[in-house]
């Protein structure tokens, strides 16, 4: 029997004025979900960072965690760099995955994400 791999997500998110976020997850969907509701306290929610502007996909906690600790070190410029490398319209990634108002429909496994 074949061994189900997990994925983690780095991923920038930001606010239609620009403020940007990097974090790490286990559950993109549901997390950026979060971030839309306002229910994750502090920064994200004070400046309203909602939106899904890019995203990368590991298969291993501590690639992803490193990988995370190396964005935030970036100067603004490089991440605006990297994102529009990927998403030049700065385009909400997550616009189409949930249902209405609702939240997550279903669970969202990595063949369901384009990565970023």
């Known amino acids: 029997m074949a061994a189900t791999t997990r ?5 920038i998110a930001a606010s239609i004025s620009g403020t940007l976020y990097i974090g790490v ?3 993109l969907h549901k997390r950026i979900w979060q971030h839309k509701q ?3 306290e502090g920064f994200t929610k004070q400046y309203e ?9 590991f298969d291993d906690i501590r690639t992803a965690i490193n990988r995370e600790k190396q964005l935030k070190g970036w100067s603004r410029r ?7 490398r990927e998403n030049p319209r700065w385009e909400d990634l997550s616009r189409e995955w949930y249902d209405n108002d609702r939240g997550p429909s279903t669970p969202f496994g990595s063949a369901e994400l384009r990565s970023g």
Do not use: A, C, D, Q
């Open 49 to 57: 960072v909602n939106r899904l502007i890019y995203f990368e996909s």
């Open 7 to 11: 994925h983690f997500y780095v991923y």
């Open 25 to 27: 997850t286990n559950n």
């Open 78 to 84: 490089k991440k605006i760099w990297l994102v529009e």
């Open 38 to 40: 306002g229910t994750l």
